[in-house]
Nanobody
Framework: QVNLVQSGGGSVQAGGSLRLSCAATGSTSSISLMKWARQTPGKARELVSIIYPSGRTVYTDSMKGRVTISQDIAKNTVELQMHDLEIEDTAMYFC?????????WGQGIQVTVSS
């Protein structure tokens, strides 16, 4: 079992920046990747970015170039730095990990981008 607690997020004007943070506790030694996803009402959760223990990263096309994922393996934390935010980026953002063949998600945090 892995527990995830998120922080950050909030409201920002278009073009602004936000940083999301997430801390994992529990069976963290079994984590094989950390990730961020987002979801808007009525839509499926969309993967935003993945980071592997090796440091390899993957980004979704819709946010590529505007987000940076980073991790601190020793602290079991993952962050998502977002900039040049667009109104369409408004969503609930979730951090997640894959561990022991299961996905675990944080509680979600709202990001609202206004004009």
């Amino acid at each position: 079992q892995v527990n995830l607690v998120q922080s950050g997020g909030g409201s920002v004007q278009a073009g602004g920046s936000l940083r999301l943070s997430c801390a994992a506790t529990g069976s963290t030694s079994s984590i094989s990747l950390m990730k961020w996803a987002r979801q808007t009402p009525g839509k499926a959760r969309e993967l935003v970015s993945i980071i592997y223990p090796s440091g390899r990263t993957v980004y979704t096309d819709s946010m590529k170039g505007r987000v940076t994922i980073s991790q601190d393996i020793a602290k079991n934390t993952v962050e998502l730095q977002m900039h040049d935010l667009e109104i369409e980026d408004t969503a609930m953002y979730f951090c997640g990990v894959h561990a022991n063949q299961a996905d675990y998600w944080g509680q979600g945090i709202q990001v609202t981008v206004s004009s």
